[in-house]
């Protein structure tokens, strides 16, 4: 299984323990089953045990599922951490959060907790559970060494943390600003067909760069000199708009402009560093498979369980990003690890586990 240079041969693995846990009937395989079906393609865990039920004859409670879903997070918190370091230490990530309603024993209903979402653009993702939506939890998602830009949208948490700590800067998210001023365009036409025309103009540009495949250095050159003049007419229309009260404040319109101008100078970052996006569009897309799965299952069981579920989907978020096959990856993976050192982790990482099975191709070619 190993290397003489002490790194992992995935593809040679030979299974050497068949539970992770004494007297357990949870192999690899059964675990890597139920985690693929709830968090990948979310199946609830009484779905699937009508399924076990039904079509394999096997009894299987959701109860004891969920006991193992536990035990799996556990066993794979260090390859989560392993991400999560990763994201973190590129100085610029995306975050957005998304309510889960979770059960809170003794209240008799279910309570609102959230699933905050970190991605680096172009890289991975992890999310981090907490049972509010304060600036607090913030320092919880966010590392003390990390300095760098954090974009958002205009949820005042943001800022709010932002000011308590130094090194830390935002940039905001013009497709936000976009979707006020689409959900306007009815009420005020001409005006808000005028700013969705020039932020439209923003969206191309940033278009022909994503294809042509763009440096950093190459996209801040170009937004200098073909996005900025637009951005300055952009500013100059608007508040022009707000000063001469062409739109009443409550307004759909009012709000827009509003909601813009209040974000303008995190609005121009993006202007000024080619590593920033135009918006944090990637960290919703990362986010967009949680919103099917609570769908489904609706609420998760406790709050605990909410750091539990935060673990799986980042691993699943990954297995998606690098392409590979969530259901092999984790077998495989939950078969390792009760061999594995520490330091053996950033090895069976998906990023690692993809680099390998494309070497093994090349090599096989």
Known sequence: IYTGEDTLSLHDALPIFHTLQDRSLAAPGLLAAIIVGKYCDHLPL??????????????????????????????????????????????????????????SPGHGATRQGYLWTCKRPGGEAFFHWATSRAASCLGHLIPESFTGIVQCDGYGAYPAYA???QGIGLAACWAHVRRKFYEA???????????????????????ALHQSHAGPRLRQA?????????????????????????????????????YALHLWPQLEVYLHDGRIGIDNNPVENAIRPTAVGKKNWLFIGEARAGQRSAILYTL?????????????????ILTLLPTLTTGQIKDIIPAAWAGRKQGGRRSAA
């Open 46 to 103: 009484y779905r699937q045990e009508q399924i076990w039920r039904t079509r394999h004859h096997l009894d299987i409670p959701r109860q004891s599922m969920a006991r193992w879903l536990a035990l799996a997070a556990d066993w794979l918190r260090p390859i989560y951490e392993h991400i999560r370091t990763g994201v973190m230490a590129g100085g610029y990530v995306q975050i957005d959060e998304t309510p889960v309603a979770y059960l």
């Open 316 to 332: 699943i978020e990954s297995c998606r990003t690098h392409r590979i096959d969530p259901f092999e990856y984790l077998r495989t």
């Open 222 to 258: 170009r937004r200098a000199s073909h996005s900025r003049p637009v951005v300055e007419r952009l500013g100059r229309t608007l508040r022009h708009l707000q000063h001469q009260r062409c739109h009443l404040p409550q307004s759909s319109m009012g709000k827009a402009i509003s």
């Open 185 to 207: 365009k009815d009420s005020a036409p001409q005006h808000a067909g005028f700013i969705l025309l020039q932020i439209g103009h923003l969206y191309r540009l940033e278009a």
């Open 163 to 165: 000011r308590t700590r």
